[in-house]
Structure formats: structure tokens, C-alpha cells
């Protein structure tokens, strides 16, 4: 998926090439009521991240956040080791 990384998403040290890499391979994307779409996926080495992007009609989305992939968000994957086999 093709999206715009804005500076803010870069201040916790996430590189763009694991930004992208997480979304390419959410396990979970939860569209928010605010245009956001937050995104849990691993990065390059396989370690979780999250990753929060405004959705722009006609352009590309704008990633706004990205960083490791804090405990508040574990609940979202709760279920999905079970669809692995």
C-alpha cells in the first residue's frame, strides 16, 4: 500500500522501510471513527508495531504515527494464533 510518512511518525526511531513493511502485513487493521486507521504489524525483524495513518480521500494516506506496539493494543490480536493451524 502506497502512503505519505510524515515526520511525526519518525520520532520514536521506527525507519520508513519497517513502517511500510507493518502495514504490507498488518495482522490487524481497525478503521477509526476519526479518518484513522491504525495498523498492527510486524516490522522487518518481526517485532510488532503500531502504526496510525489519516486517510485522505484522493492521496495517498498520511502515516502520523508508528512505534513498537504498546500492551493496550494486545487485545486486538487475541484470537489470531488460534487461526494459524
Do not use: C, F, W
Amino acid at each position: 500500500m502506497a502512503v505519505e510518512i510524515y515526520r511525526t511518525a519518525r520520532s520514536h526511531g521506527v525507519s520508513e522501510a519497517d513502517t511500510h513493511h507493518a502495514i504490507d502485513h498488518a495482522l490487524v487493521v481497525v478503521d477509526q471513527d476519526d479518518e484513522r486507521v491504525l495498523y498492527l504489524g510486524p516490522d522487518r525483524a518481526g517485532n510488532l508495531l503500531e502504526v496510525v495513518a489519516l486517510h485522505r480521500v484522493g492521496q495517498e494516506d498520511l502515516v502520523v504515527h508508528s512505534m513498537a506496539m504498546t500492551h493496550k493494543y494486545e487485545s486486538l490480536l487475541q484470537g489470531l494464533e488460534d487461526n494459524d493451524g
